[in-house]
């Protein structure tokens, strides 16, 4: 299994440890859609100032995913902080996909309800410089995602 995701952005790379300790079914998905291609000139679509940027929806609507089946959660007790990297999902705790989100800051409230899958671990001020806004009126976008 992959160690690291690499999303480069138009700023820069930003490069994510995989945590398959804590969710491997997550890190198994994300790692399968990125040597696809699948975020490949895949947008951020909602980027909230002290909150997350999220993105990993080829629709760039926030409503789309992948043609995989919907994971089972993985919940764990990892606190959701700045860097921290977490599955998206909708009401149904099993309903996550492809879309994922990156905090900016402490968001702990989402402990325990969201899906831990990774860690910023350089690069983070390109996630900081992303255009803000739900959706932004020019996007930042993955150029290219890449599982090693």
């Known amino acids: 299994m992959a160690d690291t ?7 820069g790379d930003v490069v994510i440890k995989l945590r398959p300790d804590l969710a491997p079914g997550h890190v198994e998905r994300i790692t399968t859609l990125a040597n696809e291609g699948f975020y490949d000139g895949v947008v951020f679509h909602r980027v909230i100032p002290g909150f997350m940027a999220q993105g990993g929806d080829p629709t760039g609507t926030g409503m789309g995913g992948s043609k995989l089946p919907d994971l089972k959660a993985e919940f764990s007790r990892e606190p959701h902080i700045r ?56 996007p930042g976008k993955i150029v290219k995602a890449t599982a090693a």
Request: proline share 6%; hydrophobic share 35%.
């Open 5 to 11: 995701l690499t999303l480069t952005l138009e700023g």
């Open 83 to 138: 860097g921290v990297c977490s599955m998206a999902r909708a009401q149904n705790p099993n309903s996550a996909n492809s879309q994922f989100f990156i905090c900016f800051d402490d968001a702990t409230f989402l402990d325990g309800q969201y899906t831990v899958w990774g860690e910023v671990t350089e690069g983070m001020e390109h996630i900081d410089a992303l255009p803000k806004g739900e959706p932004p009126r020019e």
